[in-house]
């Protein structure tokens, strides 16, 4: 069975850093593409960033750009989530999610973020 | 950036009523769109890939068509489990854009 599991969400100051992980098992984990989406409350689902199978191709949303950093550990089955300077519009339910032949088939259940002093 | 529009917001259906959710995008995405169902509290549920592929599992009464910049999610009869929100999606070009949202709701 396939199973996302992230972590590392929690309340963070305006300004500070935190790093999500997403564990993956019951898939060839190294054999694709990995995604970040996220949910502000109440709103709707905003991609956030993409990653390749071995990490060399990397895409993100502008509003993240310079900020955000999508990385894996193929060797660990992970997908991570640096975010620096958070903003308190960065506040959402963040998942990772398994992309394949343009679609994003399978998803986590989610870890909270938020921003605020 | 490629803009997902959705109509309606709000689709107000009786269970056993069809329901007809239309997506629109701003430039062709081929077929290259999916439709994710959410209910609250949950992960979104992959409903439709390639504009009218069931994913795996998806009841029969769930279907998609379209392609270029015009698509249509279509549910035969509701029942009591799909009322909830319905997103289209578009990875046919980065940036990844998703619609607002269409809430299916109980009439």
């Known amino acids: 069975e396939v199973q996302l599991v992230e972590s590392g969400g929690g309340l963070v100051q305006p300004g500070g850093s935190l790093r999500l992980s997403c564990a993956a098992s019951?898939?060839?984990?190294?054999?694709?593409?990995m995604t970040w989406v996220r949910q502000a409350p109440g709103k709707g689902l905003e991609w956030v960033a993409d990653i390749d199978q071995d990490g060399s191709e990397k895409y993100y949303v502008d509003s993240v750009k310079g900020r955000f950093t999508i990385s894996r550990d193929n060797a660990k089955n992970s997908l991570y989530l640096q975010m620096n300077s958070l903003r308190a519009e960065d506040t959402a339910v963040y998942y990772c999610a398994r992309e394949s032949n343009r679609r994003t088939e399978c998803w986590g259940q989610g870890t909270l973020v938020t921003v605020s002093s | 950036e490629i803009v997902l529009t959705q109509s309606p917001a709000t689709l107000s259906l009786s269970p056993g009523e069809r329901a007809t959710l239309s997506c629109r995008a701003s430039?062709?995405?081929?077929?290259?769109l999916a439709w994710y169902q959410q209910r609250p509290g949950q992960a979104p549920r992959l409903l439709i890939y390639g504009a009218s592929i069931r994913a795996t599992g998806i009841p029969a009464r769930f279907s998609g068509s379209g392609s270029g910049t015009d698509f249509t999610l279509t549910i035969s009869s509701l029942e009591p489990e799909d009322f909830a929100v319905y997103y289209c999606?578009?990875?046919?070009?980065?940036?990844?854009?998703f619609g607002p949202g269409t809430k299916v709701d109980i009439k």
């Open positions: 430039q062709s995405v081929s077929s290259h």
């Open positions: 999606h578009q990875r046919s070009n980065w940036p990844i854009t």
């Open positions: 019951g898939f060839t984990f190294s054999s694709y593409w």
